[in-house]
């Protein structure tokens, strides 16, 4: 195995095989790190979103095999539901899928390796400098990899965002989110807004989702902002989470005495906090921050960016970190901006939890109302046809976007996308496939 790539790709998770798989296709020696030996499970609730499917297909990747899942029933504190609507798009599917990590990272993964990416088993534990630069990994066994560029995709604790100092520790909104895999059948995906209290809403979100074949996968999502050591009371909150499930309807007594064991993982949501390139260094997926603060999803996303983040390094000489930046200020910079701010605001509010929860089961009266709720929830906005959904889509969007412009979160994304038309490389810092395509 060579010692000197042009790309090093740190985690072979979504983002992460995403990225690989495009850039060797494309012709470029890639390395795809993971520490874990492939296949692994991950804490998630198993859905690959619409946007998420749309990825594969542009690829020309087959979808994974799994179970179709379409509207999402959102349960209030009460138990009062409602049912939001998940029509197809311009650009995506009108359902997701509900699939392991287990089986679709070990997909994913494949598909990078077969592409020509080498696969490297190790922890990359140390950065390699040359000339004030990362360039490249010293390995848990101790080899060392070098290469051109270096892609992040090593989830939200990522040790290449922190050794390539880019992330603002203040500013990181944070969560934690356990799950498990239940004996019961899941006819529709719930959401669940959860009190602890009367009008003492949980800082987060709990799901029942449909498992893969049969089952189900439940699990609740505790936001933290900045402080991580908030993370254990989720594992301390679970059994009274199932109680309430119980009472209102949505698990059994025999389901919840037969759970498997639980998984939990750290979640960094929003973007902010997070310079996403810098340099030679790119981010993707949960490394920067891009998973949705309202519900979760972050799959999607993560092979959203990582195809981004390939394609700015197989393009334009020179502008690869700019390109990057730019992509995302695209496909996810207005929503995020809105619904970070949100987020930030929401946690350690309790009484703002349970009132916004309660807001939300109003759109049960009006299939306009619930039908842009879910189009806006769900970040489809961007894709999504013509109609009352759009419109009121776009409503809250524009809304939201004016309530929370002089947000500090509003100023620290400011500051940080603004740079993306300014060029931070130099022309000699891309890939050269015409050097890569002669090692092939």
């Known amino acids: 195995m060579p010692s000197r790539f042009d790309v090093i790709v740190v985690g072979g998770g979504p983002a992460g095989s995403i990225a690989a798989f495009v850039l060797a296709r494309g012709g470029a020696r890639v390395a795809l790190v993971d520490k874990a030996q492939f296949p692994r499970d991950k804490a998630c609730g198993d859905i690959v979103g619409p946007r998420g499917l749309r990825v594969l297909a542009d690829l020309g990747v087959p979808a994974p095999i799994g179970r179709d899942v379409g509207d ?41 390796v077969e592409a020509g990416a080498t696969p490297v088993q190790g922890q990359a534990v140390e950065p390699l400098e040359m000339e004030g630069r990362i360039d490249g990994y010293r390995m848990s ?54 009190e602890s209290a009367p009008w003492r809403g949980f800082p987060g979100y709990g799901w029942v989702f449909p498992g893969a074949s049969g089952g189900a996968n439940v699990g609740l999502g505790l936001g933290t902002l900045a402080d991580r050591r908030a993370g254990a009371k989720v594992q301390q909150e679970l059994p009274r989470f ?64 990582g195809r981004s ?29 809105i619904t970070a701010a ?18 939300v089961m109003t759109a049960r009266r009006s299939d306009a109302i619930a039908g842009g709720w879910s189009v806006f929830w769900n ?21 939201g976007e004016t309530m929370t412009s002089h947000t500090s979160t509003a100023r620290w994304f400011d500051a940080t996308f603004a740079e993306a ?13 015409t050097r890569s395509d002669s090692h092939r």
């Open 72 to 112: 999402i029933v959102v349960v209030g504190p009460t138990g009062r539901r409602v049912q939001l609507p998940c029509g197809e798009g311009l650009t995506y599917p009108g359902h997701g899928t509900a699939v392991t990590r287990t089986v679709f990272d070990s997909m994913l993964h494949d598909l990078a």
């Open 141 to 194: 066994a101790g080899r060392n990899l070098r290469a051109d560029f270096v892609i992040g995709a090593d989830g939200a604790t990522s040790r290449v965002a922190a050794s390539a100092g880019m992330v603002d520790a203040k500013k990181v909104l944070w969560g934690f989110a356990v799950r498990t895999y239940l004996p019961q059948a899941v006819d529709l995906p719930a959401i669940v807004f959860w």
């Open 242 to 305: 199932f109680a309430h499930l119980r009472q209102v309807g949505l698990l059994t007594d025999a389901s919840t005495s037969m759970a498997s064991r639980r998984l939990g993982g750290w979640l960094k949501m929003g973007m902010v906090g997070t310079v996403p390139a810098a340099g030679r260094v790119l981010l993707v997926g949960d490394a920067a921050g891009l998973v949705n603060p309202l519900q979760g999803e972050g799959i999607s996303q993560a092979m959203s960016s």
């Open 309 to 337: 983040a390939a394609e700015a390094l197989l393009g334009e000489p020179g502008r690869v970190a700019e390109r990057y930046r730019a992509t995302l200020a695209v496909d996810h910079l207005p929503y995020h901006q």
């Open 342 to 359: 949100l987020q930030g605001w929401l946690v350690g509010r309790p009484r703002a939890v349970a009132a916004v929860a309660r807001l």
């Open 379 to 399: 970040e489809l906005l961007n894709g999504a046809p013509p109609g009352r959904h759009r419109t009121v889509a776009a409503m809250v969007s524009q809304l």
């Open 421 to 433: 038309s300014t060029p931070v490389i130099s022309r000699d810092a891309s890939l050269c496939l």
